[in-house]
T-cell receptor
Framework: GESVGLHLPTLSVQEGDNSIINCAYS??????FIWYKQESGKGPQFIID?????DKRQGQRVTVLLNKTVKHLSLQIAATQPGDSAVYFC???????????FGKGTHLIIQP | DAGVTQSPTHLIKTRGQHVTLRCSPI?????VSWYQQVLGQGPQFIFQ???????GRGNFPDRFSARQFPNYSSELNVNALLLGDSALYLC?????????????FGPGTRLTVT
């Protein structure tokens, strides 16, 4: 079946550097995408979303880029901090009411 | 305002037993969705309810059922528990019934089946 997948399971970056987490999706019917952050023992925390009629959206220290041509989504985190250490998931809505489809996640590790 | 709340936090059950998990959405949100998250994987969609009606169902057996109450809170029921049902069960709430709205997750209920 169609699914959302992430390119790298683990990403290690130096504190203060920028992080880029990538995600590939395959459901062309998806028109809404969300990035979530999940810390150990907690539920996913909404970070930022983007609709298919946009290719870029910025939040506080985060930017999401959407490339519909190659079905690629990325999350950029500026000036990473120790508190950014977590697993990051991208999710897509599949264009319908069958819930969000999540990838396996990328574990972001911030090195001091 | 309180976020999504779930109870209980942790639960240990034996194979064959039944379990009920509870969720209260964010005030003003009318849609509740349930997800199962197995360790090391992303959440997997189970059900969505909006205005007390089932709006969507994932690929889960009939042992899984849910309902939504007039106050928009929800229960997830799992019968005849299997070891493979051990997971973190997440509830998410959103304003409307389609999946083009922000979904906010609760802390989850950790279910262990022995």
């Amino acid at each position: 079946g169609e699914s959302v997948g992430l390119h790298l399971p683990t990403l290690s970056v130096q504190e203060g550097d920028n992080s880029i987490i990538n995600c590939a999706y395959s459901n062309s019917a998806s028109d809404y995408f969300i990035w979530y952050k999940q810390e150990s023992g907690k539920g996913p925390q909404f970070i930022i979303d983007i609709r298919s009629n946009m290719d870029k959206r910025q939040g506080q220290r985060v930017t999401v880029l959407l490339n519909k041509t190659v079905k690629h989504l990325s999350l950029q985190i500026a000036a990473t901090q120790p508190g950014d250490s977590a697993v990051y998931f991208c999710a897509e809505n599949g264009g319908g009411a069958d819930g969000l489809t999540f990838g396996k996640g990328t574990h972001l590790i911030i090195q001091p | 305002d309180a976020g999504v709340t779930q109870s209980p936090t942790h639960l240990i059950k034996t194979r064959g037993q039944h379990v009920t998990l509870r969720c209260s959405p964010i005030s003003g949100h009318k849609s509740v969705s349930w997800y199962q998250q197995v360790l090391g994987q992303g959440p997997q969609f189970i059900f969505q309810y909006y205005e007390k009606e089932e709006r969507g169902r994932g690929n889960f057996p009939d042992r899984f059922s849910a309902r939504q109450f007039p106050n928009y809170s929800s229960e997830l029921n799992v019968n005849a528990l299997l070891l493979g049902d051990s997971a973190l069960y997440l509830c998410a709430s959103s304003l409307a019934g389609d999946t083009s709205y922000e979904q906010y997750f609760g802390p989850g209920t950790r279910l262990t089946v022995t």
